[in-house]
Structures are given as C-alpha cells and as structure tokens.
C-alpha cells in the first residue's frame, strides 16, 4: 500500500487531483491511500505517509516543509506546476511512486 499526502493551502484544490490519481491507481491495480490536506495540518498528518507532494500555491515552503519531513525520512517535492494544472492524475501518480522507491 502506497501513502501518498498532497498539500496545497486548504487542502480543498488538490482533492480533484488526489481522485484522478486514485482512478489511475485503480486502472493499474497499484493500492494507494491518497489524502490532501492544508498545509495547517502538515505537521499531524505528514508522518502517516511515504511522500509528500506540494501543490504550486504552497511550493515556496518546500525547504521548511523538507526539512520538517527529513527527520522521517519522507520525501517531498512541488507537483509539476503543468500536470497540476491539466489535472493529470497519472503523471503525478508517477511521480509520487517514483519519489517512494528511489527512498525506499
């Protein structure tokens, strides 16, 4: 099972890109947990996952927010600002599982 966080400023604009990247996990047959959240909730929900992937509203605070993820272990990195905007679910899929086994 893959734990993949999205955080955007309220959580509330990536929550259409977490169900296009939940459809393509499904087409695949790859188990995903999937979950946006604020960046407010960072620090509580952060841990529970594999990587973290920043929207481009939030992408200014990669630094604080990887190094605040370090200590864990966990990757984060910006959605590529034109597969965020097109919505391609499975171009960031991609990319979050990519960032996982190159951790792991």
Known sequence: MYRIMLCCSAG??????VRKMVESANERGIPVEIEAYGVAEF???FPRYQVVLLGPQVKYMLKTLSEKAATHGIPVQPIEPMDYGM???????DFALS??????
Not at 12 to 17: H, K, R
Not at 87 to 93: E, T, Y
Not at 99 to 104: G, S
């Open 12 to 17: 509330m604009s990536t929550s259409l890109l």
């Open 43 to 45: 620090d509580t929900e």
């Open 87 to 93: 919505q391609r679910g499975d171009k960031v899929l």
């Open 99 to 104: 960032l996982i086994n190159a951790a792991h």
